[in-house]
Nanobody, 127 residues
Framework: QVQLVESGGGLVQAGGSLRLSCAAS????????MGWFRQAPGKELEFVGR????????YYTDSVKGRFTISRDNAKNTVYLQMNSLKPEDTAVYYC????????????????????WGQGTQVTVSS
């Protein structure tokens, strides 16, 4: 198993930036496909982006393309979500997720693609 702990959330003005971190403990981090999701008040959990095991492939939902960047440092057992040009509609609890199961790439855009989840970190963007 792997334990995931997110950090870096907070309150930021529209147009600002935040970097979220997700630290993993447990088994070898490089075996995990990693994803970021978010949940706004009253809404369902939404896919934000994902990164493959060696970090050379990323994919984002359309609403964050060009503003958010996912990266990982396997030596530090950490995945990052750099968020720039934040908008009020980015306000949500952000979760990182991990999978050590091999699926087709598109399956990692869904909640079911991940077995392990962090506790979430709140991001609030003021207008």
């Amino acid at each position: 198993q792997v334990q995931l702990v997110e950090s870096g959330g907070g309150l930021v003005q529209a147009g600002g930036s935040l970097r979220l971190s997700c630290a993993a403990s447990g088994r070898t981090f490089s075996r995990y496909y990693m994803g970021w999701f978010r949940q706004a008040p009253g809404k369902e959990l939404e896919f934000v982006g994902r990164i493959n095991r060696n970090g050379d492939s990323t994919y984002y939902t359309d609403s964050v393309k060009g503003r958010f960047t996912i990266s990982r440092d396997n030596a530090k057992n950490t995945v990052y979500l750099q968020m720039n040009s934040l908008k009020p509609e980015d306000t949500a609890v952000y979760y990182c997720a991990a999978s050590d199961t091999y699926y087709s790439a598109s399956y990692y855009y869904t909640v079911r693609g991940y077995e392990y989840w962090g506790q979430g970190t709140q991001v609030t963007v003021s207008s």
